[in-house]
């Protein structure tokens, strides 16, 4: 094999099966799938093809990244957690001069990779953050502010569904590292401590209806406003039910993660929390912004599972990337600052993964 392939490691988890449909049916570049097993690989996606390749990969093993990434000219990264997996992937990439994404993305992730790039003195792109929250979330964001700036952003994320256990354990993980600024906003480039917000009704479009917010804003999210010159800027998680809430402020009250154990128990306890009755998938970004005292509202909503839609996502990154042919700035940027956002969106929409709504 040459140095030809878009390479996703983790090609059989829900994130991976994302990334992989869409550039199957999106992008023409062969791909080579990686991952722990190869009888996994050919259960999910069939027998190999022309565009198509198998290869297994650890991980947690130097050698057997750096033999995978050696085949691609840019290498999209689903595996995790995250947490554990920090830049295991991104340093075999920087040895190996092949273009990264990461759909997770988190300080302690960033830095590491950061340090990797000028231990190497590589000039390799990597964008980290190519998922769902936090990264299409502030895509969106970067998209409606793109033209303008405005006096007051307010960002709420919701979402149907269950966590996988890696996604769960990334939040735990996150939780413990204290990732984020909590009851806080983003003033005029200062962060800001709210009095109030946290458990606070918001009313959204079917089929979220009434949840339960939570302020919480990422490193990305800040990143964006500042770079989009928002005045003022709020963003909220929010929570089914005001019980899933409760369960999750008691989680990282309580601490009970100092262990390995504690953490996977944790992680187990946050999706029996969002575990329902209710079958429904999908996620909503949804926006208010407000600029001479008029309130204007726009939303991204979705019925595709969360997992899977952060695979679509990155790989619509991939494939702007991959177009650009070295265009791309050199160095780890969060994936917000890596794309067109205009065309990002115009892509996800192509693919009927999102629908855009702005009510009048």
Partial sequence: MNKKYVGIIGATGQVGVGAVETLLNNYSAPLLLGGRKIAKLIAQFGEESETMKYQAVDVFNEASIRAFCKHCCLVINTAGPSSLTLARVAEACLVTNTNYIDVSGDKAMKLAIEDALTKHNSLITCAISAGIYPGLTEMFVAFLLRKKGVERISCYFAGKGSFSETGAYDIISSLEKDEGYGLSYYSNGDIKKLTSGIGSQMLLPAPF?????????????????????????????????????????????????????????????????????????????????????????????????????????????????????????????????IVDVEELMQQLVKTKFISIIEEK
């Fill in 209 to 337: 209806h009434h949840v339960y917010t939570l302020p919480l804003m990422s490193e990305e999210f800040i990143a964006c406003v500042k770079e989009y010159r928002a005045a003022n800027a709020y963003f909220y998680n929010t929570f089914a039910t005001s019980k899933i809430l409760s369960d999750f402020i008691m989680i990282k009250a309580m601490q009970p993660y100092k262990t390995e154990e504690e953490k996977r128990a944790s992680a187990h306890r946050l999706i029996e929390s969002y575990h329902t009755q209710d079958e429904q998938e999908g996620f909503i970004i949804y926006i208010e912004t407000e600029e001479n005292g008029k309130t204007h509202t726009s939303y991204l909503q979705s019925n595709t599972n969360w997992n899977y839609g952060s695979g679509v996502v990155a790989a619509c990154v991939a494939i702007q990337m991959q177009e650009m042919n070295g265009a791309n700035k050199k160095g780890c940027y969060f994936a917000q600052s």
